[in-house]
T-cell receptor, first 110, second 114 residues
Framework: KQEVTQIPAALSVPEGENLVLNCSFT??????LQWFRQDPGKGLTSLLL?????REQTSGRLNASLDKSSGRSTLYIAASQPGDSATYLC?????????FGGGTRLMVKP | NAGVMQNPRHLVRRRGQEARLRCSPM?????VYWYRQLPEEGLKFMVY????????ESGMPKERFSAEFPKEGPSILRIQQVVRGDSAAYFC????????????FGEGSRLTVL
């Protein structure tokens, strides 16, 4: 059974900092790993999808990496902005479903 | 191309009533997933459907909950005889055919049971 863990659970940084969010998963036989953003009371916005054959994906100030052998993925956010404040969720796809981590609540202070 | 559409966005029910949540997938998507997010908890998988078929319902409670995705129309998540513990946000996601498809989520339906 896939288990996904995210560290830290919460993070507060000043504006402009580069930061890394961590995600680990127990079953390396994943098809892909997806990072989402969730604002309070809202749905999930897909940020990046990394297929199992890929090692990283980039979109703007976001870069996500995937290391299946170690069961880890990281989301790197460059030059953080207050508008980046949200909960960030990673989810591993091992077939019929995505298994989600508990999320990292990010607060970027102006 | 409209995204995943869920309705109602907010639903209030009294204990013992029925709740019906609807989800229309993105155009061209044939896979639908339902997830539940309890207050202050993570997202938990409930059920995975394709048209007229339940593929995986391992996350569905054994009683009172059912889901369908008919040949025509939206997917429906039905909760009978709701209890206060059913209060949660219910999210629907859809993906294109294939096991490596990216999932796209709707805005969710927030159920409150009084």
């Amino acid at each position: 059974k896939q288990e996904v863990t995210q560290i830290p659970a919460a993070l507060s940084v000043p504006e402009g900092e580069n930061l890394v969010l961590n995600c680990s998963f127990t079953d390396s036989a994943i098809y892909n790993l997806q990072w989402f953003r969730q604002d309070p009371g809202k749905g999930l916005t897909s940020l990046l999808l990394i297929q199992s054959s890929q090692r990283e994906q980039t979109s703007g100030r976001l870069n996500a990496s995937l290391d299946k052998s170690s069961g880890r993925s990281t989301l790197y956010i460059a030059a953080s902005q207050p508008g980046d404040s949200a909960t960030y969720l990673c989810a591993g796809n091992a077939g019929n479903m995505l298994t989600f981590g508990g999320g990292t609540r990010l607060m970027v202070k102006p | 191309n409209a995204g995943v559409m869920q309705n109602p966005r907010h639903l209030v029910r009294r204990r013992g009533q029925e709740a019906r949540l609807r989800c229309s997938p993105m155009k061209g998507h044939s896979h639908v997933y339902w997830y539940r997010q309890l207050p202050e908890e993570g997202l938990k998988f409930m059920v995975y459907l394709q048209k007229e078929n339940i593929i995986d319902e391992s996350g569905m409670p054994k009683e009172r909950f059912s889901a369908e995705f008919p040949k025509e129309g939206p997917s429906i998540l039905r909760i009978q005889q709701v209890v206060r513990g059913d209060s949660a946000a219910y999210f629907c996601a859809s993906s294109p055919p294939g096991i490596q498809g990216e999932l796209f989520f709707g805005e969710g339906s927030r159920l409150t049971v009084l």
